[in-house]
């Protein structure tokens, strides 16, 4: 629990940094970059309709320990995997933003520059860019995931990380108290996997990140920071990349990504993290690099199947809200020009053409419903 009162008059003086993460004007970033795209939801909405108000109650806890996160609100999506996600109040995900305004700049100076999630200036398409890269100067690839990944994280071995770049007291019980809040969360999506050295009490060790906040996919890429450091400096290898769970390392040599790897297995391990053993096999970058939803080579990109599948459908049904009068043109025209413009990265001309030809717009039927959903209102 978030128990560290800075109350005038105890004798303790909260720290410069968490004195910036509770100013005011750190604490409005947080709010507007918290609210940003989502001012249309009811928790946005409430929040803001006296928004100075609730700023100033939520400095005034802050500074004195009194904060706590709320519960969460969990909901299943298909994205195209299954996937729980956690969802906080909004006065939750502003302090999530206030402590990274904090502390991001001081991990985000240690990542290796080939880690491509949730970092600015990063992201998918240019992490597939440079995995192609990659597969023109090297002759084979070993691909691997983690197994799990947001469910297994280690809430001690976390800790330990946060404290060796966050040494004020109040800042880290702060961040020990949201990370202690998803305590339990995945646990029904986790499968325990032993370690050497377990005892029986190894099982209730505290674990997971909960999907949705915004700390839990900035401490993802803390938590492997050691990890990455031993692909690129301990293990020498210099064509490395990770985006989340996946990475990839590159060699000219099949004998030198096998022995990479069970050195990778091991030093997992001491993250108490382990790979998809059977998917992770060195194969030649001809073959084509299954990566973030592409099938890359040297030459060419395409769009996996089974995301042109699952995206079709999406579209499709997209569609059909829009003839019932459930979606407004421009809501659906967001979806389609969304969906172009990231299978564009790919060589997809004719994948484009075939999808967008299957859907058939028919506006006189979405008149026809906004028109009966006019007249049923009183």
């Given amino acids: 629990m978030f128990c560290f009162p800075l109350a005038e008059g105890d004798g303790r ?9 509770c100013s005011w004007e750190n604490l409005v970033l947080a709010w507007r970059a918290a609210a940003r795209g989502k001012r249309g939801t009811v928790g946005v909405a409430c929040f803001e309709y006296r928004a100075e108000e609730h700023l100033v109650d939520l400095q005034m806890r802050l500074l004195a320990g009194t904060y706590r996160p709320g519960s969460y609100v969990h909901f299943l999506i ?30 985000e100076r240690l990542f290796i520059p080939d880690s491509y999630a949730n970092r600015v200036g ?5 992490a597939v860019d440079r995995l192609q890269r990659f597969a023109g100067r090297y002759r084979f690839v070993l691909r691997a995931d983690i197994v799990q990944h947001f469910a297994s994280v280690d809430h001690a071995i976390l800790l330990a990380i946060l404290r060796r770049q966050i040494p004020e007291a109040d800042v880290m019980a702060l961040a020990e108290t ?37 700390t839990s996919q900035f401490w ?45 297995i091991e030093r997992l391990a001491s993250l108490r993290l382990v790979i998809h053993d059977s998917r992770a096999q060195v194969l030649p970058v001809e073959a084509g690099i299954p990566w973030l939803g592409f099938v890359v080579d040297p030459g060419h990109r395409l769009v996996k199947a089974r995301k042109v599948r699952w995206a079709h459908r999406r579209l499709r049904a997209r ?24 299978v564009a990265h790919a ?12 859907l058939v717009m028919r506006p006189a039927e979405h008149r026809r419903a906004v028109a009966a959903r006019e007249k049923a209102w009183p």
């Fill in 319 to 342: 569609l059909e809200a829009y003839h019932r009068g459930e979606v407004s043109f421009a809501e659906l025209d967001a979806v389609i020009q969304g969906w172009v413009a990231h």
């Fill in 13 to 21: 003086t909260p720290s410069a940094a968490f004195r910036h993460l």
């Fill in 178 to 214: 949201i990370v202690d809040s998803g305590r339990g969360v995945l646990d029904d999506e986790y499968r325990y996997v032993c370690f050497a050295g377990d005892d029986l009490l190894a099982v209730c060790r505290p674990r997971g990140l909960p999907i949705g906040n915004l």
């Fill in 122 to 126: 990063k992201g998918t398409h240019r």
């Fill in 220 to 264: 993802s890429n803390c938590y492997p920071h050691a990890f990455d450091q031993f692909v690129t400096r301990g293990l020498g290898c210099r064509a490395y990349l990770r985006y989340v769970d996946d990475f990839a390392l590159f060699a000219d040599s099949k004998r030198q990504l096998w022995e990479w790897k069970a050195a990778i």
């Fill in 347 to 358: 060589d997809s001309w004719g994948l484009r053409r075939h999808v967008l030809e299957t």
């Fill in 78 to 107: 298909e994205d195209p995997k299954r996937r729980k996600i956690s969802a906080v109040r909004f006065e939750d995900r502003v302090v999530h933003h206030a402590l990274c305004n904090v502390i991001e700049s001081r991990f």
